[in-house]
């Protein structure tokens, strides 16, 4: 009797199976062993008793697994078929995919199936079969098309009917389904017309198939919700012919009927099906065995996740994650890191609710991703606002497109000040000013700005005055305008890569408000740079100097026009147009003592070619 055992894992560590769910899990030739194929680029083989990988392999960057792994009993080895038409072949000990056996076929493969006792066999999705020893003694030889145009391989299945093996697949045509069946004792390949039923009038979601000498009971799983059955006789009386095959129902209501996707069916002996889909009574996701000859379900489990995929928690998945980082690095390591990226997001697009922000914050932080293997990735932090993702990102990636960057500026100037002091936010660019402001305060700010700049002071026309005048220091511009983790958001955008003209343009689109209160910031920094000779930033990893200045020019030249309208920018302009003014007499005094230095190096040089005696006049400014 056919009953449910207590679940287990069969892979928890394969995280990048996507919002389309695993492309094949296949027996290898260990019974507890089973090759795990994503739906992108990643094959795993897993132990079930030990709950752990031996192996994985990934095609490269750009390719992607078209049909799923299987095992060659016969030899031991893996075979997989990515792009289509690329067919790879290797073993346990071989690590990179690309060298391994490679043999390009001339024609579009649907699957690749093997089972024991016998070979593997290829099937194309114009309907032509091929053992894989024929292919691999030829791989460019000329397939021809079985199925008629615009038919589609839907399902099919590769059994052993007392010792010969058997292939039979579905196909279906504007709602029309038809099955192929390939004896390859006798080489014939027979077509037969599924019927509907007179009762019937849905789509079929799931096939299964069993076979006994004299007939193969094709089982389908219907939109209806209900098991329709086929019998199509293993020796047909005449393969030459279009035969009719009429399909009767064998259970009534097994799943809910408004299932329309993520159920399956299966069967398991001569008298049981196992059925996946949302139950009648209830409409949660269940697996379900039903009994054939009784009409009658025999025993049930309801699956809490649903059968779309049930994959993992994000804390599961973090857990794991943790676990995969900490493992040594593969050669293909980066490749990885970018399909787990991928099909998160892939998920996360699937699943609106699922977002493993702490997981991608550690995937990031492997220094191996860039903005253009994983653009969703930064949209998706734009779209939950999450700065202390962007902020990363700025950090780690080189090559975020200017629109981007502008994007996380708008974010950052116009989120509010309580929501970021909830968010934690690497400071390490960001130095306290509060302290040294104080400090100038207490000392009544008796002495002379170094590099020749004051804030505040009349307009005098003599650079001397300026030079030698004293400060009048003011709140707006000895405490920061910012918070300090606004600063430190705003400093990640001032470290980002840009080209000015490309830019431009989306600096024009920031609200004139922001964009003073990044002048004024600008401006800040540019005073606490004046405060030393070395014009540098406290900090581990502060803003430069030509960072300040470029961030400025290039505000002032895309927004100009509207902050110049503005009565809160006014103050900010005529103190940004006396830094530039004062910037001019520092550069000319600066000039001034360059030139004198060089009469001094001159004047030196003629001294060794003069006599002894000599008497030299240097008059200095």
């Given at each position: 009797?056919?009953?449910?055992?207590?679940?287990?894992?069969?892979?928890?560590?394969?995280l990048?199976?996507?919002p389309?769910?695993?492309?094949g899990?296949?027996?290898?030739d260990?019974?507890?062993?089973?090759?795990?194929?994503?739906?992108?680029?990643?094959?795993?083989?897993?132990?079930v008793?030990?709950?752990?990988?031996?192996?994985?392999?990934s095609v490269?960057?750009?390719?992607v697994?078209?049909?799923?792994?299987?095992?060659?009993?016969?030899?031991?080895?893996?075979i997989?078929v990515?792009d289509?038409?690329?067919l790879?072949i290797?073993?346990n000990?071989?690590?990179?995919?690309d060298?391994?056996?490679?043999?390009?076929?001339?024609?579009?493969?649907y699957?690749i199936?093997?089972?024991?006792?016998?070979?593997p066999?290829?099937?194309?999705?114009?309907?032509?079969?091929?053992?894989?020893?024929?292919?691999?003694?030829?791989p460019?030889?000329?397939?021809?098309?079985?199925?008629?145009?615009?038919?589609v391989?839907?399902w099919?299945?590769?059994?052993m009917v007392?010792?010969?093996?058997l292939?039979?697949?579905?196909?279906?045509?504007?709602?029309n389904?038809?099955?192929y069946?390939?004896?390859?004792?006798?080489?014939i390949?027979?077509?037969y017309t599924?019927?509907?039923?007179?009762?019937?009038?849905?789509?079929v979601?799931?096939?299964?198939a069993?076979?006994?000498?004299?007939f193969?009971?094709?089982m389908?799983?219907?939109?209806?919700g209900?098991?329709?059955?086929s019998?199509?006789?293993?020796?047909?009386?005449?393969?030459?012919e279009?035969?009719?095959?009429v399909?009767?129902?064998?259970l009534?209501?097994?799943?809910?009927?408004?299932?329309?996707?993520?159920?399956?069916?299966?069967?398991?002996?001569q008298?049981?099906?196992?059925?996946?889909g949302?139950?009648m009574?209830?409409?949660k996701?269940?697996?379900?065995?039903w009994?054939i000859?009784?009409?009658?379900?025999?025993?049930?489990?309801?699956?809490?996740?649903?059968?779309?995929?049930q994959k993992d928690?994000?804390?599961h998945?973090?857990?794991e994650?943790?676990k995969?980082?900490?493992?040594?690095?593969?050669p293909d390591?980066?490749?990885?890191?970018?399909?787990?990226?991928?099909e998160?997001?892939?998920?996360?697009?699937?699943?609106p609710s699922?977002y493993?922000?702490?997981c991608?914050?550690?995937?990031?932080?492997?220094?191996?991703?860039s903005?253009?293997?994983?653009?969703d990735?930064?949209?998706?932090?734009i779209?939950?606002?999450?700065?202390?993702?962007l902020?990363l990102?700025?950090?780690?990636f080189?090559?975020?497109?200017e629109?981007?960057t502008?994007?996380?500026?708008?974010?950052?100037?116009s989120?509010d000040?309580d929501s970021l002091h909830?968010?934690?936010?690497?400071?390490e660019s960001?130095?306290?000013?509060?302290h040294?402001a104080?400090?100038e305060?207490?000392?009544g700010?008796?002495?002379?700005l170094?590099?020749?700049f004051?804030?505040?002071g009349?307009?005098?026309?003599n650079?001397?005055?300026?030079l030698?005048?004293?400060?009048?220091?003011?709140?707006?511009?000895s405490?920061?305008?910012?918070?300090?983790?606004?600063a430190?958001?705003?400093?990640?955008?001032?470290?980002?890569?840009?080209?000015?003209?490309?830019?431009?343009?989306?600096l024009?689109?920031?609200?004139?408000?922001?964009i003073?209160?990044?002048?004024?910031?600008?401006?800040?920094?540019?005073?606490?740079?004046?405060e030393n000779?070395?014009?540098t930033?406290?900090?581990i990893?502060?803003p430069?100097?030509?960072?300040?200045?470029d961030?400025?020019?290039?505000?002032?030249?895309?927004?100009?026009?509207?902050?110049?309208m503005?009565?809160?920018a006014?103050?900010?302009?005529?103190?940004?147009?006396?830094?530039?003014?004062?910037?001019?007499?520092?550069?000319?005094?600066?000039?001034?003592?360059?030139?004198?230095?060089?009469?001094?190096?001159?004047l030196?040089?003629?001294?060794n070619?003069?006599?002894?005696?000599?008497?030299?006049?240097?008059e200095?400014?």
């Amino acid at each position: 009797m056919a009953a449910l055992e207590e679940e287990f894992t069969l892979s928890s560590v394969v995280l990048s199976t996507g919002p389309d769910g695993l492309l094949g899990v296949e027996q290898s030739d260990k019974t507890d062993q089973f090759l795990v194929t994503d739906s992108s680029r990643t094959v795993v083989l897993y132990k079930v008793s030990d709950q752990k990988p031996l192996g994985s392999w990934s095609v490269k960057q750009g390719q992607v697994i078209t049909s799923p792994a299987v095992c060659n009993f016969q030899t031991g080895e893996y075979i997989v078929v990515h792009d289509n038409k690329v067919l790879r072949i290797w073993n346990n000990e071989d690590v990179n995919l690309d060298k391994v056996f490679k043999a390009t076929l001339s024609a579009e493969v649907y699957r690749i199936l093997s089972i024991q006792g016998t070979e593997p066999v290829v099937l194309f999705k114009e309907g032509a079969v091929r053992s894989l020893e024929a292919l691999l003694a030829e791989p460019q030889q000329k397939i021809e098309t079985v199925i008629s145009d615009e038919e589609v391989i839907k399902w099919t299945k590769f059994f052993m009917v007392f010792r010969h093996p058997l292939l039979i697949f579905i196909t279906e045509k504007h709602g029309n389904y038809f099955a192929y069946v390939q004896m390859f004792n006798s080489r014939i390949l027979s077509k037969y017309t599924l019927l509907l039923g007179q009762e019937e009038k849905s789509i079929v979601q799931s096939f299964t198939a069993s076979a006994d000498r004299k007939f193969i009971s094709l089982m389908s799983l219907s939109s209806d919700g209900c098991v329709y059955e086929s019998l199509i006789p293993v020796h047909p009386s005449d393969a030459e012919e279009n035969q009719r095959v009429v399909r009767s129902v064998l259970l009534k209501t097994v799943v809910s009927g408004s299932a329309r996707n993520g159920v399956a069916l299966t069967v398991l002996d001569q008298d049981h099906v196992a059925v996946l889909g949302p139950s009648m009574s209830t409409s949660k996701e269940c697996l379900s065995i039903w009994n054939i000859k009784f009409q009658t379900l025999q025993s049930s489990k309801e699956l809490p996740q649903g059968t779309s995929g049930q994959k993992d928690s994000e804390k599961h998945i973090e857990v794991e994650l943790r676990k995969f980082l900490a493992a040594k690095r593969t050669p293909d390591f980066h490749t990885q890191i970018g399909d787990i990226v991928t099909e998160l997001l892939g998920r996360r697009k699937a699943e609106p609710s699922f977002y493993p922000r702490n997981c991608l914050m550690q995937l990031i932080q492997t220094h191996v991703l860039s903005y253009s293997l994983c653009p969703d990735l930064m949209e998706v932090a734009i779209e939950k606002t999450d700065v202390q993702l962007l902020q990363l990102c700025l950090h780690q990636f080189p090559d975020i497109p200017e629109s981007i960057t502008c994007t996380c500026l708008k974010i950052f100037l116009s989120i509010d000040d309580d929501s970021l002091h909830e968010t934690d936010i690497n400071m390490e660019s960001v130095f306290d000013h509060s302290h040294t402001a104080q400090v100038e305060k207490r000392e009544g700010q008796t002495e002379i700005l170094q590099n020749g700049f004051t804030a505040e002071g009349n307009n005098h026309s003599n650079c001397e005055q300026e030079l030698h005048e004293k400060p009048q220091d003011t709140a707006e511009e000895s405490s920061c305008p910012v918070i300090p983790k606004r600063a430190a958001l705003l400093n990640a955008v001032l470290h980002s890569a840009y080209s000015e003209t490309f830019l431009l343009p989306h600096l024009k689109d920031i609200p004139a408000q922001h964009i003073t209160l990044f002048l004024q910031y600008l401006y800040f920094l540019y005073l606490k740079c004046s405060e030393n000779a070395t014009m540098t930033l406290p900090g581990i990893h502060p803003p430069t100097l030509n960072q300040i200045m470029d961030w400025i020019c290039l505000l002032l030249d895309a927004n100009f026009t509207v902050v110049v309208m503005i009565p809160e920018a006014k103050r900010l302009l005529i103190n940004l147009y006396k830094f530039v003014k004062s910037q001019i007499c520092v550069y000319s005094e600066l000039n001034k003592i360059e030139v004198s230095f060089r009469e001094l190096q001159k004047l030196n040089q003629e001294k060794n070619n003069r006599g002894l005696y000599s008497i030299e006049v240097l008059e200095l400014f």
